[in-house]
């Protein structure tokens, strides 16, 4: 069964380093998106992306975050800047385009990542 | 904020079926309803969506009243590996290309007893 995966699993990082995120979605889906989950708390919505471009962003997703596909199959999300409060795990999900869309979205492991 | 609403948590014993409910007296005419449950450390996985009709799958089943205001999610018979926190989402639109995105809530932590 298709899935997404992301890598690394687990990154630590110094406050103010820049961090890359990878996310390999399923291979027909065409829209992606990040979330994040800080430790004990709700799953909270960064990002979608369809089509090369951002499609919406949350107020958690400042300039010190951007996406991209930088080919036809990776989906990043890059930390410019870490801060503490950017430990948290980040999950990648996909979708595939369907007429009416369900849009069910299939998640990845996540990536936890730790800012010391 | 959530467009749902569940309870905190529920216990059920192992072999024996788990209602799961969950109200969404604000959904429109075209949300579809869907359920994850995330597992400890791992990412929301997907269990089930419907819109108007109850639907089964191999991992459970979905009853949608007919007023589409309250949807009980079916595990018939509960295991331990399926103790997760089980999210009820109606997406919310707002993306510039159609795309929708998911408003988690608390969710319901489901504990299941040996």
């Known amino acids: 069964e298709p899935e997404v995966t992301q890598t690394p699993s687990h990154q630590v990082t110094q406050m103010g380093q820049e961090v890359i995120l990878r996310c390999v979605p399923i291979?027909?889906?065409?829209?992606f998106y990040w979330y994040r989950q800080i430790l004990g708390q709700k799953v909270e919505f960064l990002v979608s992306?369809?089509?090369?471009?951002?499609?919406?962003k949350s107020e958690i997703f400042d300039d010190q975050f951007s996406v991209e596909r930088p080919d036809g199959s990776n989906f990043t999300l890059k930390i410019r800047s870490t801060k503490l409060e950017d430990s948290a795990m980040y999950f990648c999900?996909?979708?595939?385009?369907?007429?009416?869309?369900?849009?069910?979205?299939?998640f990845g492991p996540g990536t936890r990542l730790t800012v010391l | 904020d959530a467009k749902t609403t569940q309870p905190n948590s529920m216990e059920s014993n192992e072999e024996e079926p788990v209602h799961l409910p969950c109200n969404h007296s604000?959904?429109?005419?075209?949300?579809?309803i869907h359920w994850y449950r995330q597992l400890p450390s791992q990412g929301p996985e997907y269990v089930i969506h419907?819109?108007?009709s109850n639907v089964n799958n191999r991992m459970a089943s979905l009853a949608i009243a007919e007023d589409r205001k309250s949807s009980t999610l079916i595990l018939h018979r509960a295991t331990l590996r399926d103790a997760a926190v089980y999210y009820c989402?109606?997406?919310?639109?707002?993306?510039?290309?159609?795309?929708?995105?998911?408003?988690f809530g608390t969710g319901t932590r489901l504990k299941v007893l040996a």
């Open positions: 291979s027909n889906h065409l829209y």
């Open positions: 999900a996909s979708s595939e385009l369907t007429v009416p869309s369900t849009d069910t979205q299939y």
């Open positions: 992306f369809y089509n090369n471009e951002i499609s919406e």
């Open positions: 419907g819109l108007t």
């Open positions: 989402i109606l997406r919310d639109p707002g993306g510039t290309s159609g795309t929708y995105k998911y408003i």
């Open positions: 604000t959904i429109s005419g075209t949300d579809y």
